[in-house]
Every structure is written in structure tokens, then in C-alpha cells.
């Protein structure tokens, strides 16, 4: 399968399973778990052809995100166990909020229409079980070999809307060579809970904030130059 444009409605790239989810009678976020994970929610063929059409059209207008550990945080410790980690990672991503060059090519290839489509809402408004607020935002990364995110939260505790939480909506799209890259992340107080996001095209829908982190994408054998998994990302705060 071949795409030039990526689907218009968000509910023609969804399987059987994926359906069952944007019908609300299956994975709904509870009280006891912040993340709902449907594998194989997009169908292979289809996730597959996003990929690549997503690496052809926007792998060039990406802008690389890479924040390390300072070296002040071993250095500057005086005291056992004083250790304080600010969130740090290494990928490749496009802010689609501003008109630009990938805007312009995400809005060529037909993202935002699929992300602005009823059916993406009605499937996040489904999963996270509460109405959402008619404003998107709108973000695609990439992951290579090696690249992650060091545990955060995603708290916005200075932002009036989003200081009580809001919904992110992740579409994993990994190519064939990746081997596997897991999402932990914390429960009943312990980051003790962990998927392979580089399952095909599953989704994952977050209520946030909580504790979390992005394991190094890992290749298959010999498959490095390919391997790679982008995430379309669509964040939707509560509605009033």
C-alpha cells in the first residue's frame, strides 16, 4: 500500500480493535491507571504507509530536540542522594502550531485534516471517558536508534487550563527494522508499569500529567539506517 496523503477521516486508518475503541466499548482510562494502550489499533498496512509517507514528506523540516544530562548533576551533588534530574532527551520534531515549512507540508500531505477530523475526537473523547475542549494541539517526532526521553511528568502546574490534567493522543507509526522501544511508566508510586510502543501502529492515550519515560529506540540487527518510529501526537485539554 501506497499513500500520498495521509487518511482524511481518522476512523479510515483504524482496525477492527481500534474501531471497538473510537465505539467506546473497549479500553477506557480509569482512576487506577493514566494510560490506555490499544495494539494494532491502526491496521499494518496502513500504519506501514504512513510511516513512509510521513519519512519522505517531513523528516527534512524536523528540528532535533536534544536536552542532556548536565554534567552539575553529579558535580555539583554536596550530599548523599541529592540527586535531581530535569527532563532530558534526544529525538527529532516538528511544533505544528506555527505556520512554517513542515506546517506547510503536514497540511500538503493531509495531517491536520485527519487529526481535525469528528472521529479523532469522538475516539480520545471515548478512551479518556470525559467531553474534551474543541482546540487541538498538534506535534509529530521521530525516533532513531538510541533516542528516548528521561522520565518527566508533562505537569503544567503554570498553565491555568492544563495545571488539572488534559488528554495526549499518540499514533505509534514504526518502521520494520526498529526491534523495540518500551514506554515505562509509574503505578501506585513505582515505575513499575512498561509497553513496547513499537508494536505497529498502536495508540496510546495519556491523562496527564504522571510519571513516565521513553526507553532508546532499538534496531533490529544490521538495520540501523532504517530503523526509526514516529509518533503523531494530538493534545487536547478538558472541555470547560
Known amino acids: 500500500m501506497t499513500l500520498r496523503r495521509l487518511p482524511r477521516d481518522f476512523a479510515d486508518s483504524l482496525s477492527p480493535s481500534g474501531r471497538q475503541a473510537l465505539e467506546g466499548n473497549k479500553h477506557r482510562l480509569t482512576a487506577e491507571t493514566p494510560l490506555a494502550w490499544i495494539a494494532g489499533a491502526i491496521g499494518r498496512e496502513k500504519a506501514a504507509a504512513m510511516e513512509v509517507l510521513l519519512e519522505k514528506t517531513m523528516a527534512p523540516h524536523l528540528s532535533p530536540l536534544s536536552d542532556a544530562i548536565p554534567p552539575e548533576s553529579i558535580a555539583g551533588q554536596t550530599r548523599n542522594y541529592q540527586?535531581?534530574?530535569?527532563?532530558?532527551?534526544?529525538?527529532?520534531?516538528?511544533?505544528?502550531?506555527?505556520?512554517?515549512?513542515a506546517w506547510a507540508e503536514a497540511e500538503r500531505i493531509g495531517l491536520f485534516a485527519m487529526m481535525r477530523a469528528p472521529s479523532f475526537r469522538q475516539f480520545a473523547e471515548a478512551v479518556a471517558g470525559r467531553p474534551l475542549?474543541?482546540?487541538?494541539?498538534?506535534?509529530?517526532?521521530?525516533?532513531?536508534p538510541g533516542d528516548y526521553?528521561?522520565?518527566?511528568?508533562?505537569h503544567h502546574p503554570e498553565d491555568p487550563r492544563a495545571k488539572d490534567g488534559y488528554i495526549d493522543v499518540h499514533?505509534?507509526?514504526?518502521?520494520?527494522?526498529?526491534?523495540?522501544?518500551?514506554?515505562?511508566?509509574?503505578?501506585?508510586?513505582?515505575l513499575s508499569e512498561m509497553v513496547n510502543v513499537a508494536a505497529p501502529g498502536g495508540i496510546a492515550v495519556y491523562r496527564l500529567p504522571f510519571w513516565h519515560y521513553?526507553?532508546?529506540?532499538?534496531?533490529?540487527?544490521?538495520?540501523?539506517?532504517?530503523?526509526?518510529?514516529?509518533?503523531?501526537?494530538?493534545?487536547?485539554l478538558y472541555a470547560r
Not at 87 to 101: C, D, I, P, Q, S
Not at 133 to 144: E, N, T
Request: hydrophobic content about 40%; proline content about 4%; cysteine-free.
Open 214 to 236: 521513553t526507553t532508546p529506540l532499538r534496531a533490529k540487527r544490521g538495520q540501523a539506517a532504517v530503523a526509526r518510529r514516529w509518533v503523531i501526537l494530538g493534545t487536547f
Open 133 to 144: 475542549d474543541q482546540k487541538l494541539g498538534v506535534q509529530v517526532l521521530r525516533y532513531a
Open 149 to 154: 526521553q528521561g522520565p518527566h511528568t508533562d
Open 83 to 101: 540527586e535531581r534530574l530535569k527532563k532530558v532527551a534526544r529525538l527529532r520534531t516538528a511544533y505544528l502550531e506555527r505556520r512554517g515549512k
Open 171 to 190: 499514533l505509534s507509526l514504526p518502521s520494520a527494522a526498529v526491534a523495540d522501544q518500551f514506554l515505562v511508566y509509574a503505578r501506585d508510586g513505582h
